[in-house]
């Protein structure tokens, strides 16, 4: 008999006590020494599901043997599965290569000029218009009023400066 067979036959047999249909823990005790000792593979561990298995009659299970000799089971499982990559993963990705510094230069300036606006672009007018926009400038004026005002000093138009460069 093929080890997978063995495995599917105490498979079935821990499923039944893990359900509750059979209370013996000493067979399940001599069951789990059984797939201890059987050289069990990862195909093997994914196609009978054998670690589910034993997984619920641990859960199941009170017997402190039969629950740490369940962990054991599944630790070494584990191993096995951790030890190979699966075939779910997605392989490695090679590292790219890196670029020259002259490369990284030439890539950052495509990018700056990409992203600053033309400074040879011409403005639009001041959006005077905008209710936000004159209730700032007027804000603005007022805190800028002091007791001591120079002459020709023109509040209005340096809030509008300002406002304007804030926008």
Same mark, same amino acid.
Request: hydrophobic share 35%; net charge neutral.
């Given at each position: 008999?093929?080890?997978?067979?063995?495995?599917?036959?105490?498979?079935?047999?821990?499923?039944?006590?893990? /359900?509750?249909?059979?209370?013996?823990? @000493?067979? =399940?005790?001599? !069951?789990? &020494?059984?797939?201890?000792? #059987?050289?069990?593979?990862?195909?093997?561990?994914?196609?009978?599901?054998?670690?589910?298995?034993?997984?619920?009659?641990?859960?199941? /299970?009170?017997?402190?043997?039969?629950? @740490?000799? =369940?962990?054991? !089971?599944? &630790?070494?499982?584990?191993? #096995?599965?951790?030890?190979?990559?699966?075939?779910?993963?997605?392989?490695?990705?090679?590292?790219?290569?890196?670029?020259?510094?002259?490369?990284?230069?030439?890539?950052?300036?495509?990018? =700056?000029?990409?992203?600053?606006?033309?400074?040879?672009?011409?403005?639009?007018?001041?959006?005077?218009?905008?209710?936000?926009?004159?209730?700032?400038?007027?804000?603005?004026?007022?805190?800028?009023?002091?007791?001591?005002?120079?002459?020709?000093?023109?509040?209005?138009?340096?809030?509008?400066?300002?406002?304007?460069?804030?926008?």
């Amino acid at each position: 008999m093929g080890c997978e067979d063995e495995v599917m036959k105490i498979a079935k047999r821990l499923d039944k006590m893990a /359900s509750g249909a059979s209370d013996d823990q @000493t067979q =399940a005790l001599d !069951l789990l &020494k059984n797939l201890q000792e #059987l050289p069990i593979t990862l195909e093997i561990l994914q196609r009978t599901r054998i670690g589910m298995t034993v997984n619920s009659l641990r859960k199941s /299970s009170s017997d402190e043997e039969v629950i @740490t000799l =369940a962990k054991v !089971l599944i &630790k070494s499982w584990k191993k #096995l599965l951790s030890g190979t990559p699966s075939s779910k993963e997605a392989p490695a990705k090679e590292p790219e290569p890196k670029p020259s510094a002259s490369a990284k230069q030439q890539q950052q300036q495509q990018s =700056a000029a990409t992203s600053r606006p033309n400074a040879k672009q011409t403005s639009f007018p001041a959006d005077t218009t905008n209710a936000v926009r004159l209730k700032c400038r007027e804000l603005l004026s007022s805190a800028l009023k002091c007791d001591d005002m120079p002459d020709g000093c023109n509040l209005d138009g340096l809030a509008a400066k300002i406002e304007e460069y804030i926008l």
